[in-house]
């Protein structure tokens, strides 16, 4: 139980009517209570050389919320989706998925992952690739069938079902992954500079279609990049990570509808949030975590 079941006046007072509603129906799908990461230096005797990459992280990711995760390199981003993901456990705090913990909610495919490389088998036709987590979890040939084909609709890819990811660009390989990323229904997507590889027309047109597939399906969706017209087109909620240790040093909400249509990008209030977003990272330490 959250406060966001909570019906009426109760509900986030910030939220639009749109999303009180939204939010008292269900469960937040991210909650991190105080969550710290440390790694331990390989061989270190002494605490003094461990790398902290997570202090004190308090976050709240409402269903069907897309929030950015942006910072310098080497600010925790990754760590955090990791640990989100159950790749990795948290040192310190607590970690909640849908109200589960992290390892719960990986079991129960509550969320679906995209990174940068994505990851797809080469051996494997874009509708098998797709079809992946769903033989995973049982589904029978016939509803992976009708499945696939609804996915690779929402990614636009229908007519490229049989090829193999080596027949297709990079940005079709990334909706390949996206799709794959939904087919079991989660409710929440895990993304790791999943467009940085691209080209900035490529990715353009990406965050166009990620607006409209998230829009579709409701999921929520925490999204790292380095990107700040990225994070802001995207986004509900910038959040804004420095490094050493990694934590949250500020939260941008965009305030900028449901619609992200092309026009956004030469909208005045775009610019806005872009320079809000800009700021708020050049407030904090500029500093550069070393690369291990
Ligand atoms: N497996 C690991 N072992 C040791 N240090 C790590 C490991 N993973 C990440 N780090 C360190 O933790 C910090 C945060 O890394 P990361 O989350 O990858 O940053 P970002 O994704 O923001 O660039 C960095 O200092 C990085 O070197
Ligand atoms: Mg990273």
Redesign the pocket.
Known sequence: MTLRQAQGPQGNPQGSPNEIATAAATDLAVRAVGVG?I????GARTDSNS?I??AGVELEVGAGEFVS?I????????????LIADL?QASSGTLEIFGKPARRARIDQDYGIAFQQSGLLPWRTVAANISLPLELHGTSRSERTARVAELAELVGLSDFVDRYPDQLSGGMQQRVAIARALATRPRLLLM??PFGALDEMTREYLQSELTRITAETGAAVVF?THSIPEAVFLSDRVVV?S??P?RITDVITTELGDERGESLREAREYFERVTAVREALHAGPIVR????
Do not use: H, I, Q, Y
């Not at 975590?289 to 291990?292: L, S």
């Open positions: 990461k790694f331990p230096t390989t790398v990459a997570l995760l910072g310098p390199s080497g600010c925790g981003k990754s760590t955090l989706l990791r990795d790791d500079e790292v990570m490094p050493r990694g975590a070393n690369e291990r």
